[in-house]
């Protein structure tokens, strides 16, 4: 049974960082592409960076330059640091686990950024 356990999300001020970890269990952790999304109040989910099981990585347009995604095969964890955070930012994040179209979903962590 795959299991996504976020963890790391909190409030900060604008200009701020948090870094997420995801622990991802059940898995064979390199045969999954491994991703960030999130969902803000009112709005859909949407990507913010993922890893393919290849190992290479995409970032939305909003986040490039600002967040880093990272992996620990050893560890099996995905991981995301955030800087330069924006009030705009602020939403649920959500660890993913994606293999052709099955997708398992973390229970998400709140970030929070204000002016």
């Known amino acids: 049974q795959v299991q996504l356990v976020e963890s790391g999300g909190g409030s900060v001020q604008a200009e701020g960082s948090l870094r997420l970890s995801c622990a991802a269990s059940?898995?064979?952790?390199?045969?999954?592409?491994m991703g960030w999304y999130r969902q803000a109040p009112g709005k859909q989910r949407e990507l913010v960076a993922t890893?393919?099981?290849?190992?290479?990585?995409n970032y939305a347009d909003s986040v490039k330059g600002r967040f880093t995604i990272s992996r620990d095969v050893a560890k099996n964890t995905v991981n995301l640091q955030m800087s330069s955070l924006k009030p705009e930012d602020t939403a649920v994040y959500y660890c993913?686990?994606?293999?052709?179209?099955?997708?398992?979903w973390g229970q998400g962590t709140q970030v929070t950024v204000s002016s």
């Open positions: 993913s686990a994606r293999r052709g179209v099955v997708v398992y």
């Open positions: 059940g898995m064979i952790f390199n045969s999954f592409g």
């Open positions: 890893f393919t099981s290849g190992g290479s990585t």
